[in-house]
């Protein structure tokens, strides 16, 4: 499985590398190009700001990627448009990335990502 992680310089991005099922193809934060490699992975993990995140879920979408939201404080208006983008691509919303609450939980949505649309937001 290849990740692209969005806000990359958290402590996920080693916890997701330790995983061999999973190889790290994409490291994007403040200022990175998320269009110059969404098309190396097949999943994208967002860990930077709620406001980012509709950007980063419309990309994933033109490109037909999964998504899975660790970022939080998203207001009414941003769930509203994940909510809109959750229909096209399979995504999940989970505020607990602590790795043996959530990390767990990835594996199985990003092994299963093909067929799942999530409304879990």
């Known amino acids: 499985m290849n990740l692209i992680i969005t806000g990359s310089k958290g402590r996920m991005l080693d916890c997701a590398s330790r995983d061999p099922e999973c190889q790290v193809v994409g490291q994007i934060d403040r200022g990175g190009d998320l269009a110059a490699v969404i098309g190396q992975g097949d999943v994208v993990i967002d860990f930077s700001s709620h406001g980012a995140t509709p950007g980063?879920?419309?990309?994933?979408?033109?490109?037909?990627?999964?998504?899975?939201?660790?970022?939080?404080?998203?207001?009414?208006?941003?769930?509203?448009?994940?909510?809109?983008?959750?229909?096209?691509?399979?995504?999940?919303?989970?505020?607990?990335?602590?790795?043996?609450?959530?990390?767990?939980?990835?594996?199985?949505?990003?092994?299963?990502?093909?067929?799942?649309?999530?409304?879990?937001?």
């Open 56 to 121: 980063i879920a419309s990309h994933c979408a033109t490109h037909k990627k999964a998504l899975v939201i660790g970022a939080t404080g998203h207001s009414d208006e941003e769930r509203s448009r994940l909510v809109q983008f959750s229909a096209q691509i399979p995504m999940v919303m989970a505020s607990n990335f602590s790795t043996g609450a959530a990390f767990p939980r990835l594996l199985s949505f990003t092994e299963c990502s093909s067929g799942f649309h999530s409304t879990a937001i």
